[in-house]
Structures are given as C-alpha cells and as structure tokens.
Nanobody, 115 residues
Framework: QVQVVESGGGLVQAGGSLRLSCAAS????????MAWHRQGPGKQREFVAS???????AYADAVSGRFTISGDIAKNTVYLQMNNLKPEDTAVYYC?????????WGQGTQVTVSP
C-alpha cells in the first residue's frame, strides 16, 4: 500500500508565497508521475500541476507562471512552489502519486490566502 503525506500549507496574504511538500512511502513499485490537485470552498476538485518521471511538467492555466512543480520522483518527493498567491488559490491541496497505473492521494493540506 502507498501512503502520501502533504505538508507546508498555511495562511498567507495575497501576493505571498508558500511551498508545499509531498512524500510517498510504502509498497511503491514504479512511480510514473506525481501531481497536485486542489479543492476550493464550494468548488469541484481541479488539477493544478503534474510532473512525470522524465521531468515533464504540466500546469493548469490558472496557476501557470505563478506555481512551479519540482521534485525527485526517484526519491518519491515532489514540491509545489506557489508565488504571487491570490485569494482564489484558497483550497485544500492534494498530492497524488501514480504507481504504475494506480493513483493514490493524500489527505490534503489547507492553503488560505487572505486579501
């Protein structure tokens, strides 16, 4: 079984920055990709960013240019650097790990951006 743990959330003012961390552990076979999703209050869960084991990254339009995903998939870790945060970025941020074809998600970490 794979466990995923996120950390680094918190309260920040608009324009500020936060860095989220994610670590996977357990019976990991082969990680193909890691990703971040988020769910804001009253909103559906949405894709934020992803990175593959070859280093290819992808971003949602809403965060492109402000957020950067990085990490070492070989070490089962990924980060999300969030700059120029906006109140609309307020959400629970979830980290996911694709082990072979199965995705496992963490419990999430709260990010709150005040105006």
């Amino acid at each position: 079984q794979v466990q995923v743990v996120e950390s680094g959330g918190g309260l920040v003012q608009a324009g500020g920055s936060l860095r989220l961390s994610c670590a996977a552990s357990g019976s990991i076979l082969s990680i193909n990709a890691m990703a971040w999703h988020r769910q804001g209050p009253g909103k559906q869960r949405e894709f934020v960013a992803s990175i593959t084991n070859s280093g290819r990254t992808a971003y949602a339009d809403a965060v492109s240019g402000r957020f950067t995903i990085s990490g070492d998939i070989a070490k089962n870790t990924v980060y999300l650097q969030m700059n120029n945060l906006k109140p609309e970025d307020t959400a629970v941020y979830y980290c996911g790990v694709q082990d072979r074809i199965r995705w496992t998600w963490g419990q999430g970490t709260q990010v709150t951006v005040s105006p």
